[in-house]
């Protein structure tokens, strides 16, 4: 039987993921960086293979940031065990990772960050929940 990855490897693969497309690296690159296969760093990313300690400080070097990055908003196994959930993220926390792991979360975040008009922004926001169909986030 196959093991699941670990809530917390996944976490930090998928927010190796994230920062490494945000600075438009490609697997390939990054595993040139780290002496790996583009293979290795894809199982980093997914949490199928776990990141050692001095690995991880090897890969905060390469995308400009510190190891504590990649432990912003992780699952915390305190709070998860006293309502049952073992390490589970919260869903708001799962979607926002999942959707900032992708080509399209990526693109989406750097162009509306560049976007400097707040009231354009809201436009945008409202008009996203519309499409979405989300109409309590579109009058909020």
């Given at each position: 039987?196959?093991?699941?990855?670990?809530?917390?490897?996944?976490?930090?693969?998928?927010?190796?993921?994230?920062?490494?497309?945000?600075?438009g690296?490609?697997?390939?690159?990054?595993?040139?960086?780290?002496?790996?296969?583009f293979?290795?760093?894809?199982?980093?990313?997914?949490?199928?293979?776990?990141?050692?300690?001095?690995?991880?400080?090897?890969?905060?070097?390469?995308?400009?940031?510190?190891?504590?990055?990649?432990?912003?908003?992780?699952?915390?196994?305190?709070?998860?065990?006293?309502?049952?959930?073992?390490?589970a993220?919260?869903?708001?926390?799962?979607?926002?990772?999942?959707?900032?792991?992708?080509?399209?979360?990526?693109?989406?975040?750097?162009?509306?960050?560049?976007?400097?008009?707040?009231?354009?922004?809201?436009?945008?926001?409202?008009?996203?929940?519309?499409?979405?169909?989300?109409?309590?986030q579109?009058?909020?």
């Open positions: 039987m196959k093991k699941a990855p670990n809530p917390i490897d996944k976490h930090v693969g998928s927010r190796v993921r994230m920062r490494r497309m945000l600075v690296m490609s697997q390939e690159k990054l595993g040139d960086a780290l002496g790996l296969t293979q290795q760093v894809q199982k980093y990313e997914k949490g199928t293979n776990r990141i050692g300690a001095s690995r991880l400080q090897q890969i905060s070097k390469v995308l400009g940031v510190p190891v504590e990055f990649f432990f912003d908003g992780a699952p915390h196994a305190d709070a998860a065990h006293v309502n049952g959930e073992g390490f993220e919260t869903p708001a926390a799962a979607y926002v990772s999942d959707f900032l792991a992708t080509s399209e979360g990526v693109q989406l975040t750097k162009a509306f960050v560049r976007i400097k008009d707040p009231k354009l922004r809201r436009r945008i926001i409202d008009l996203v929940a519309t499409i979405a169909g989300d109409d309590e579109a009058s909020g």
